[in-house]
């Protein structure tokens, strides 16, 4: 009996795909159960006519007694051949029995690592993307003012009504204005030189220390 050792990946299939898995084992343990059946059948018969062959010694004043006694004691040597190679083909058997479920065992211990790091680099990549969200949210802020940068401050301008300059204008310029996306790092702390409203634009100034 013959088996094939392959990885649970070899040719793009999952596991569940492998021919050495559960049908394999199922059809070895099955062998198995019926060579050693038939080895008791085997067995019980010898028992059988070894008892015959008591029997006939005890009767060979009998005709063809010795004859048959004879005949019976051949076929014993034959049915004993017989055992000796079912004995072997059980341990065949069970030996590629054992070797399908090591490779078994092999192959879920590889999937299991693969599974792993599969988890681990999908963790890695979702903080990435969460990171570049955070990213993108920052930069959307600036979007609306419309603003550059300057090397000594940076001016922004919004569209705003006067309802809504008084109480959130001026954080928000602060905010925004403390961060340069486009040279990508943190602007010095300063103060405003100018926030003033025109026709519900608004304009500030950020200058630098």
Known sequence: MSYRKSGPYSDNTSMDDDPLTDDDSKKNED??????????????????????????????????????????KEKCQELLKNKKSLEEDVEHCTTDYNQVMATFAENKLDADKREAKQTETIKQLLSKIELKDREIEKLRKLVPFEGYCQPTGAFLQQNMTHSFIPTTSKDYFIESATSCPLEAKTKQRGFFTRLFSRESVVTATWVYF
Do not use: F, M
């Open 31 to 72: 062998r198995i159960r019926e060579l050693e059946r038939e080895n008791r059948e085997y067995e019980s018969t010898v028992q059988d006519y070894l008892r015959q062959i008591i029997t006939l010694q005890n009767s060979l004043k009998k005709s063809h007694g010795q004859e048959c006694a004879e005949l019976i």
